[in-house]
């Protein structure tokens, strides 16, 4: 049994939600009750519920068959978060752990492992398309960071991300929906800001970056409350949703299904592919002009 090291994570969390469901549905409503079926201490099975121990595969399958848990998909499922917990322990992201939010050490590792990520901008270019270069001046105007050494410590973390893209085991489906007005609103020099754009381009060139573009106005619709990414995992959906000073993670399926709802209405306002490439290219003439 080994402490997690940077608070729980989204799935440390989630699965010790689940845990704690199963057992009150086995009629354990103490954690003494459970301890003698478990053959575990109470406060051992308070930290796993609360997500601050990361227990090894292995020890899933009696708590299960302790709470009367059945079920083969329920079972697999559990299992299968329970694996993806003991592989976000390892990466390339362990040395960041200490220099970057927890919140955002979540999202790296949730990437690590998603198949698929419906990204929903308002503001500015999302972090998997950014060029250093637009990263670094994004990150001064949002004033996010005390030094530059932090800035550039965190546009490091936001580069070694997009590796996610081009995965040998399997690349992440990106499916990006910006609004308009992040073509309006240049970040950095004009130079800087067609650049990226033309880097937009090229990324929504590749089989498994899908890229499109609102216009402005459009027909209200959910996502006008902000931007938000839906992370489709092996086992899970969540949806990361970015604060001026922290990220939330929303996890009941039923508020994700509220989001897919949402999403799957951008996708069918925005311009097509095509479209939003042929825009993106007039907006860099401009800006070249």
Known sequence: ??????????????????????????????????????????????????GQVVLPVRDFPPILDAYGVT?????ER?????????????????EYADRLAPSYIDLVRLEASARRANSWEMQYVPGLLQTREYAVDLGRALKQHHTEEELEQFVEARMNRQSVLERQNGPLHLHAVLYEAILTQPVGTPATF?????HLLVKSQMPNVTLQVLRQPSRPHAS??????????PSLTVVQVELMTSTVYVEDESDVARYERAWNDLVDQALDVTESRRLIEQTIDHLEA
Not at 10 to 22: F, H, I, N, S, T
Not at 194 to 198: F, G, H, K, V, Y
């Open 194 to 198: 067609a650049r990226q754009l033309q």
């Open 78 to 94: 559990i299992l299968a978060v329970a694996s993806e917990i003991q592989q976000e322990r390892r990466g390339w992201w362990v």
């Open 224 to 233: 006008m409350t902000g931007s938000y990414t839906l992370l489709e995992l």
């Open 71 to 75: 079920d083969t998909q329920t079972r």
């Open 1 to 50: 049994m080994s402490e997690a090291s940077s608070g729980p994570s989204v799935r440390q969390r989630w699965l010790g939600e689940r845990l704690m469901e199963m057992r009150l549905a086995a009629g354990h409503s103490s954690l003494s009750s459970a301890a003698k079926v478990l053959r575990r201490s109470a406060p051992s099975i308070s930290r796993l519920e609360n």
